[in-house]
Nanobody, 116 residues
């Protein structure tokens, strides 16, 4: 059973930056496409960034040019560098498999709050 532990969230002013981390257990991490998701109050969870096992990335239009996803397969960790943060980025951020239909059990997520 893969466990996911997200960290790095916090309170930041608009225009600021945060770097999120997601540590995964399990031996198959390196061959799995991973994603960062977020869920704002009253909204559905959405995929904001994905990264393939080989490092190819894709982003939601709302974060393109501001967020960067990366991974370290040795450390079994996925990162999300978030720059130029906006109040609308406020949400709980989660990581999981990029293919949602095959999602592992969700972690607790990490809260990101951006003040205006």
């Amino acid at each position: 059973q893969v466990q996911l532990v997200e960290s790095g969230g916090g309170l930041v002013q608009a225009g600021g930056s945060l770097r999120l981390s997601c540590a995964a257990s399990g031996s198959i991490f390196s061959i799995i496409a991973m994603g960062w998701y977020r869920q704002a109050p009253g909204k559905q969870r959405e995929l904001v960034a994905g990264i393939s096992s080989g490092g190819d990335t894709n982003y939601a239009d709302s974060v393109k040019g501001r967020f960067t996803i990366s991974r370290d397969n040795v450390k079994k960790t996925v990162y999300l560098q978030m720059n130029s943060l906006k109040p609308e980025d406020t949400a709980v951020y989660y990581c999981n498999r990029a293919r949602l239909a095959a999602a592992w059990p969700w972690g607790r997520g990490t809260q990101v709050t951006v003040s205006s």
